[in-house]
């Protein structure tokens, strides 16, 4: 009985320690969060948004690769094909000259739509919209640009 008060307080503090390391990593896996469930409410006149976006137009109008890469997520969408997203999207924008194309998308209003931010605003108004499309999502609480897109072929429609 004796022993069991000695070792009392030292059990006492390991269950203590756990918990509050429980707690900490608890908190680790919130903060890794990849986007907000659910809808976004409009972001378009925060100013972080705007930031980012006048960023963004002026890095693809210079056509600047290295600072849209930083901008963009890893698993960037660029074509409904099989292996349209990731590495390769400057070279699929250079081969299929799409960088005008892609500044006129930027160019655009963004609404929201889902976890994104989109433009142009048509791809929500419109189900009949055939065009080019944008999105940006938050990431961590960074904005990120996750995906450049025609409109998808009617089989995935």
């Known amino acids: ?15 203590l320690l756990i918990g509050v ?3 900490r990593s608890a908190d680790r896996r919130k903060a890794e ?13 925060e100013p972080a948004f705007q930031a980012f976006l006048q ?14 890469a930083t901008m963009m997520t890893p698993d960037f969408g660029y074509s409904w ?8 999207v400057f ?10 194309e892609l500044e006129a998308v930027l160019g ?4 929201p739509n889902g976890n994104y931010m989109v433009a142009p605003p048509q791809v929500v108004e419109d189900p009949d919209y055939r065009g080019y499309r944008a999105g940006i ?5 960074s904005w990120r640009f996750a995906y450049f897109v025609p409109a998808p072929p009617p089989h995935l429609q």
């Not at 960023?55 to 849209?68: G, K, N, P, Q, V």
């Not at 094909?81 to 390769?88: Q, V």
């Not at 655009?108 to 609404?111: G, L, S, T």
């Open 81 to 88: 094909e099989p292996g349209g997203e990731g590495p390769g």
């Open 55 to 68: 960023r963004l137009r002026r890095a693809a109008a210079r056509r600047d690769i290295e600072t849209m």
């Open 137 to 141: 999502r938050l990431v961590n609480g």
């Open 91 to 100: 070279d699929y924008w250079n081969r299929n000259r799409l960088w005008k």
């Open 21 to 23: 390391a429980g707690c």
């Open 33 to 45: 969060v990849v986007h907000p469930p659910g809808n976004l409410s409009d972001q378009s006149g």
């Open 1 to 15: 009985m004796d022993s069991l008060r000695k070792l009392l307080p030292l059990l006492l503090t390991a269950v």
């Open 108 to 111: 655009e209003r963004f609404v």
